[in-house]
């Protein structure tokens, strides 16, 4: 993995819109983002739409080179239209894109991000990064103990009609020259329990219980005086054992940042305090947390952390690390 120069990221979709509190300087604010993309009348047909997902548009810089993954795409075509057309973003930069796991809110917008990113390059295919396991359909189980099905990942025949090829791996590969790190299948090992609500279908037509999320995998980058960046889709694997692999990983090289969203809402309410200590041993400088992170866990990483080193995602905005 070569070491950046440092990294931009666009949050195309994320759950929380929040363009009036204070930012740290590594961050613009939403509001900042569409006045440079020419908004000159604040209405709401201008601002980006907040929704139940995620989507980050990761730029890698090395001296004048320029390296870009589309890191999932959010939970429906509408959504990333909108946000990309607002933030004046050309998804025609994207050279790769990555899927963090099997679930529709990080799913669903890719056929529309495809169509966008072939737009604006030429008509060529878009690399899809992703375990095949993520391809797999899935439930929730109810309080109730009833199902509730999840919308399934788009097939890899339609993902393919729409100029997307399929690069389906479960083991750890660097893309893009050595711009980007993709883990394979994440050890789990400590207290964490994944998403113990979650069932997935057999072959045989049966609902088995599916808690491990064994899909999901992370991506890195390392930005040279700093460490390594640390992008999580949901951490369903257990944002402590995700730390912990990077750091088995890559024992000489710092933990400097981490996005993305670390699932401590419903059903994991109950491990945040367990979960903020832990996080404490890893040195994180930079923490922008959101999409299923829940708004506890976001107090307690504050209260732990301090806002110099937290800061939540937001729609909209622009982070450079």
Same mark, same amino acid.
């Given at each position: ?17 929040? &363009?009036l509190?204070s930012?740290?300087?590594?961050? !613009? ?7 440079e993309a020419?908004?000159a009348?604040m !209405?709401?047909e201008? $601002? ?6 995620l989507?980050l548009?990761?730029t ?9 993954v589309?890191?999932?795409a959010?939970?429906?075509?509408y959504v990333?239209?909108r946000?990309?057309g607002r ?7 994207v ?7 099997g679930?529709f809110?990080?799913?669903e917008? %890719?056929?529309?991000?495809a169509?966008?990113?072939?737009a604006?390059?030429?008509g060529?295919?878009v ?6 396991g ?6 929730l189980?109810l ?6 099905? %999840?919308?399934?990942v /788009?097939s890899?025949r339609a $993902? =393919?009609?729409?100029?997307? =090829? ?6 750890? =590969?660097?893309?893009?020259? @050595?711009s980007? *790190? %993709?883990?394979g ?12 609500? #979650?069932?997935r279908?057999?072959?045989?037509? =049966? +609902? ?7 899909d ?9 005086g700093?460490?390594?960046?640390? *992008?999580? @889709?949901c ?9 912990a692999?990077?750091?088995e %990983?890559? /024992? ?6 981490l ?7 419903f ?11 832990e996080l404490?041993k890893?040195g994180?400088?930079?923490i ?6 829940? +708004?506890?866990? &976001?107090?307690a990483?504050?209260?732990?952390? @301090?806002?110099?080193?937290?800061d939540? $995602?937001?729609?909209?905005?622009? #982070?450079?690390?």
């Open positions: 993995m070569r070491e950046l120069d440092g990294l931009t990221v666009h949050v195309l979709v994320d759950n929380v819109t929040d &363009m509190s930012r740290p300087l590594h961050v !613009t604010s939403e509001m900042r983002v569409l006045i020419g908004m009348e !209405t709401g201008a $601002l980006c739409c907040a929704q139940h997902g989507s548009l990761v890698a810089r090395l001296g004048a080179e320029r390296r870009t589309l890191f999932d959010g939970p429906d075509p990333i239209d946000n990309v933030m004046g973003v050309d998804l025609g930069i050279d790769a894109a990555v899927l963090s796991h679930h809110d990080h799913s917008g %890719l056929l529309k991000a169509e966008l990113i072939r604006g390059n030429g060529k295919a690399p899809l990064h992703v375990h095949p993520a391809f797999v359909k899935r439930a189980r309080p109730t103990g009833n199902l509730l099905q %999840l919308q399934d /788009p890899r $993902l =393919e009609q729409g100029g997307i =090829e399929v690069v389906a791996s479960d083991g750890r =590969e660097e893309i893009l020259d @050595g980007f *790190f %993709l883990s299948e994440i050890p789990r090992t400590s207290f964490e329990r994944g998403f113990d609500v #979650q069932v279908m057999t072959d045989a037509g =049966e +609902w088995e219980p599916d808690p491990l999320v064994m999901e995998r992370f991506m890195l980058a390392h930005v040279k700093k460490g390594l960046a640390i *992008f999580t @889709g951490s369903h694997a257990g944002i402590v054992n995700i730390c692999h990077v750091r %990983l890559f /024992p000489d090289v710092p933990l400097y940042a996005v993305g969203g670390l699932h401590l809402a059903p994991n309410e109950d491990l945040i305090d367990q979960t903020v200590a404490q890893f994180l400088k930079t922008i947390a959101g999409h299923c992170t829940g +708004w506890r866990a &976001m107090h990483l504050v209260n732990a952390f @301090g806002d110099g080193v937290v939540p $995602l937001a729609v909209g905005t622009r #982070q450079e690390l």
